[in-house]
């Protein structure tokens, strides 16, 4: 297998390119972006490219299908599920004012509605000490109303969770034991630091975007397996780094940059070639 492979999938055309690690040979292909599938599009450059799959031992992948759902609000319907008395939190936010003069100013929706923000009975210190221990029957009234409502992902974002996920990792088994067919992510899983706001709205928005990630994942993996593709398979996260499919699946909102960030990369290598480095 020699040859390495990146595909990007752009809001017209995905484009594709692949270096053969013998030769030196450098390909590149263009193809139609296919909205209701877009893992048919890599496939259609693929094939432009003649690109035989049996050969490719590395294939990198960038997509904006993560900033696309949270920007048109096209995620799923998620919950929250969070300390009592802090389910308001993902609502008030920080005091930052970014219009300030704006007189018509409105702030965003969050993207769990009240309704679907749940408390749960515990606490725990920033220190990790347990101050009050879970109360396993809270979760009862999520599962009923979440089942109720179709709810296809749940958030689980405790108080000082980073210290101490002893009770996030509770509800997590709890609630995948009753809605098995529930995505469920905590917040200790996704970033370990305080303040609340902050770590809520991130596993939230993993929560929102985590069944999309992965089907989108799931089809162009078994795509890509269909053709003869037995190589490693990465995508692009907002760091520059790389990770695998597997694990993207698991933390989606690490790729929200994903699409741009190759992009930016390549621009720098490029100015430094030429000597311009900004």
């Keep these: 297998m020699t040859l390495r492979v990146a595909a990007d999938i752009g809001g017209t055309f995905t484009d594709l390119v692949f270096f053969n690690e013998v ?129 296809q992902a749940i958030a689980i974002c405790l108080l000082h969770a980073y210290a101490n996920p002893a009770h996030e990792e509770a509800c997590a088994t709890y609630l995948r034991h009753h809605l098995p067919e529930v995505a469920i992510t905590s917040s200790h899983d996704i970033t370990r630091e305080w303040r609340e706001y902050e770590r809520s709205s991130t596993t939230v928005l993993n929560a929102y975007v985590q069944p999309i990630v992965e089907t989108y994942l799931g089809h162009l993996e078994t795509a890509l397996g269909g053709g003869g593709l037995s190589g490693d398979l ?19 909102i690490y790729l929200i940059e994903s699409g741009p960030v190759a992009g930016v990369i390549g621009a720098a290598m490029v100015g430094q070639l030429s000597e311009q480095p900004n």
């Design 23 to 151: 030769s030196g040979e450098i390909g590149v292909a263009k193809a139609l972006t296919t909205p209701r599938a877009f893992a048919d599009g890599v496939m259609d450059t693929i094939a432009v490219g003649e690109v035989e799959l049996r050969d490719v031992g590395y294939f990198i992948h960038g997509t904006t299908i993560v900033i696309n759902a949270i920007t048109e609000r096209k995620g799923v319907k998620t919950a929250l599920v969070t300390t009592a008395g802090f389910r308001d939190v993902l609502e008030i936010g920080r005091g930052n004012r970014p219009d300030l003069y704006n007189m018509r100013f409105e702030k965003p929706r969050p993207f769990v509605p009240r309704r679907w923000r749940f408390e749960v009975r515990e606490r725990i210190d920033r220190d990790g000490r347990v101050l009050q221990p879970l109360w396993d029957q809270d979760l009862d009234a999520v599962v009923t109303r979440c089942r109720r409502d179709g709810i």
């Design 234 to 252: 990465y995508v692009m996260q907002s760091n520059g780094g790389t990770t695998t499919f597997n694990a993207a699946r698991h933390r989606p």
